[in-house]
């Protein structure tokens, strides 16, 4: 079998299809185990019963999650495995260590922590089951940090050595793997956002108590507790946001460009506030790239560069090059890459024929184009931009969702600290509805993450194409629809189960989970 | 006999923990139902290792894999 497109492409849609699946329960259990601990902090420290049951409440939810949610994320192992073998196999040695951490932390913590949480309320003490749910809450959170430092690596490969001889990328430094800015901004970014949308969770649920004019009291701490964490954690989003926006920009220009929808570059770049794209713009036409745009001036400069002056590169400099900038075209990359790809394979031959000089010399010629290699397999330099639309929409999704999220919390907390949250039918609606939102824009961020990277399984070194195995595609179609319907059923029974337990509410909740 | 006391306290905080799910049994079969899924039937069918299944060894994966990144030239 050879790769086709037909195969690639299903193999990316599965593993789109896993992986988003996947986060649509990742970042409420990242989230809701700090709410809990905060809850149950309070609890200990006042020693008022009613925070006892909130906090058991939304622990309850909490485990609901966790158990559909658990082992989803294994099936992109397997799929590793199978579908992305050459893949699996050229990043083996630095992918090892961090999952095998994060397999066993996972284990250990779950096995114990969690049994304490939620079988231990009155058989151990008060300080301990919080130390234990805190725990929790610090261990999933690692765990997560794992990943995303193996993601972090995908897409900027640092403190590793390609071996020619095994075809591996060989770990040469980990702490330079580990404090990668872009895993480390990363892994910021990501869990701070499901800070968020657990928050938006907590603050639905309990606005539709208040619709309901049911469990009051228990909505409106819950709600104080939801929009300060949500508060808190949205302007660190913001943060994070804005260190990854500028790690983007060192390490992957063209995915920023493709985020703006920038084609030429420019000094003092702004910022699409919002705008339409043109679909018919084609890379090198004259037609325009937008039908309208609000722009808010020397942002784009700001956010990638941290200068309002900068000049920030466009998708036409980053394809064709450009000059003044000393940005080079992708077919100058494409020629180092071809020169690194033969290179390699007249290692392998020389190796075999026994010839160690010319082995050597063709060594010196791979290593010296090394860093473009994956450009080499490119077929036209237009290969390289990514899907611009998708990029654009998805990150202006984001962001503008998440701009609203901080306004809400900002509205609850305010009226919640007012005492005046129940009255405010029309804020309660809009937390109820806002939740939605918070698994769109988790979604949006891991597209812009993603489908913004492509043609790059690894950033510049290995292009999709080559990183998948020689399957069927026909079986990764099968799959394809198998997980599909896997996954739709576990999101249905969640809801059920979820909707079942909130519907039984905080004061007909079970004593034990 | 600290130790089997310790082990006998451990052993029962999990049972009686278990005896006393509501909720949570009901998320137990859930997770033993999509395990098996998982494990037995989605693994096990359809996502053999296919660097493990076709090779035997490592050596012959890197020539493979080496053959793989270079036949395009």
């Known amino acids: 079998m050879e790769h086709t497109d037909l195969l690639i492409d299903w193999s990316r849609a599965q593993f789109a299809l896993t992986a988003l699946y996947h986060w649509l329960f990742v970042p409420l259990t990242l989230g809701l185990t700090f709410i809990v601990a905060i809850m149950e902090t309070i609890y200990v420290r006042t020693g008022d019963i009613w925070w006892k049951k909130t906090t058991k409440f939304w622990m309850g939810l909490l485990a609901i999650n966790f158990a559909i949610g658990l082992a989803t994320g294994i099936i992109m192992e397997f799929e590793f495995g199978t579908n992305w073998s050459n893949y699996a196999w050229i990043v083996g040695d630095i992918f090892g260590a961090p999952l095998a951490i994060e397999g066993l932390m996972a284990f250990f913590m779950e096995s114990t922590f969690f049994a304490v949480m939620f079988f231990g309320w009155d058989k151990v003490s008060k300080k301990m089951h919080l130390t234990s749910t805190w725990l929790v809450a610090i261990g999933s959170n690692l765990s997560a940090l794992w990943i995303l430092i193996a993601n972090g690596w995908m897409q900027h490969p640092v403190g590793m050595h390609f071996n020619p001889d095994t075809a591996r990328n060989e770990m040469e430094n980990f702490w330079e793997v580990f404090f990668n800015p872009n895993g480390v901004s990363k892994f910021l970014h990501t869990v701070s956002s499901g800070y968020v949308l657990a928050s938006l969770f907590v603050i639905a649920i309990s606005a539709w108590y208040l619709l309901k004019n049911r469990n009051i009291l228990f909505a409106k701490r819950s709600i104080i507790v939801a929009s300060s964490f949500g508060l808190i954690t949205s302007l660190f989003l913001l943060t994070s946001g804005d260190e990854s926006a500028f790690q983007v920009a060192q390490e992957q220009p063209m995915k920023l460009a493709a985020m703006e929808g920038l084609y030429i570059g420019e000094e003092r770049a702004g910022i699409v506030a919002m705008g339409l794209l043109n679909t018919e713009k084609v890379l090198g036409d004259e037609n325009d790239v937008f039908h309208f745009k609000f722009e808010i001036p020397n942002a784009l400069s700001f956010l990638g560069y941290h200068s309002l002056d900068a000049f920030v590169p466009g998708i036409h400099d980053l394809v064709y090059g450009n000059k003044e900038h000393h940005i080079i075209s992708v077919s100058q990359k494409m020629q180092k890459g071809k020169k690194a790809v033969e290179a390699l394979k007249h290692y392998k031959t020389y190796k075999k024929e026994g010839n160690s000089k010319k082995a050597i010399e063709a060594l010196k010629v791979f290593e010296a184009n090394q860093a473009y290699m994956g450009y080499g397999y490119l077929n036209k330099p237009e290969d390289a931009v990514p899907n611009v639309a998708l990029t654009f929409y998805s990150f202006h999704t984001m962001v503008g969702l998440g701009t609203w999220f901080l306004l809400l919390f900002i509205l609850t907390l305010y009226f919640s600290m007012n005492n005046q949250i129940a009255q405010k039918k029309w804020l309660l609606y809009a937390g109820l509805f806002t939740l939605p939102m918070g698994y769109i824009a988790q979604e949006a961020g891991w597209i812009v993450a993603e489908a913004g990277r492509q043609p790059w399984a690894i950033q510049d070194l290995l292009p999709v194409g080559m990183a998948a195995s020689n399957v069927a595609s026909t079986s990764v179609m099968i799959t394809f629809w198998l997980f599909a319907v896997l996954f739709t059923g576990l999101l249905i029974a969640e809801i059920k189960i979820m909707l079942k337990q909130i519907k039984i509410g905080p004061e007909g909740a079970h004593e034990h989970v | ?73």
Do not use: C
């Open chain 2, 1 to 73: 006999m600290k130790l089997t006391s310790l082990l006998k306290k451990l052993f029962y905080f999990y049972i009686d923990g278990f005896k006393a799910m509501t909720l949570g049994k009901n998320l137990w079969i859930l997770i033993i139902i999509k395990l098996f899924i998982l494990f037995v039937v989605i693994k096990w069918i359809f996502f053999p290792n296919y660097l493990a299944t076709h090779f035997t060894n490592d050596t012959q994966r890197s020539i493979y894999i080496l053959e793989q990144l270079t036949k395009e030239i």
